[in-house]
Nanobody
């Protein structure tokens, strides 16, 4: 059974940093793309970042230059380093994986999802 488990969320002040982790189990994802999405209060879930099997990256415009996605194949884990956090980054952050090498910005393209981790940024 495939599981994605996020960790690292919390309550922080604007301008600070957090690093989210997503540990996968049940199968390896070293050949597949993985991504991060988020859902803010009263908003739809939106794409944040994605990474290919060979560490190519894609970002939403709203986080470009502040967030960095990375992965460790040996640990079957993907990370999201979030710097210079803003109150508008407040959301539940979800990790996702797909049965494909190519990243995608659409939720529908992903096959596996974690339960999410809350990030709250105070002003």
């Amino acid at each position: 059974q495939v599981q994605l488990v996020e960790s690292g969320g919390g309550l922080v002040q604007a301008g600070t940093s957090l690093r989210l982790s997503c540990a996968a189990s049940g199968r390896g994802f070293s050949s597949d793309a993985m991504g991060w999405f988020r859902q803010g209060p009263g908003k739809e879930r939106e794409f944040v970042a994605a990474i290919t099997w060979d560490r190519g990256t894609t970002y939403a415009d709203s986080v470009k230059g502040r967030f960095t996605i990375s992965r460790d194949h040996a640990k079957n884990t993907v990370y999201l380093q979030m710097n210079d956090l803003k109150p508008e980054d407040t959301a539940v952050y979800y990790c996702a994986a797909r049965n494909s090498k190519m990243p995608h910005t659409s939720m529908a393209a992903y096959d596996y999802w974690g339960q999410g981790t809350q990030v709250t940024v105070s002003s």
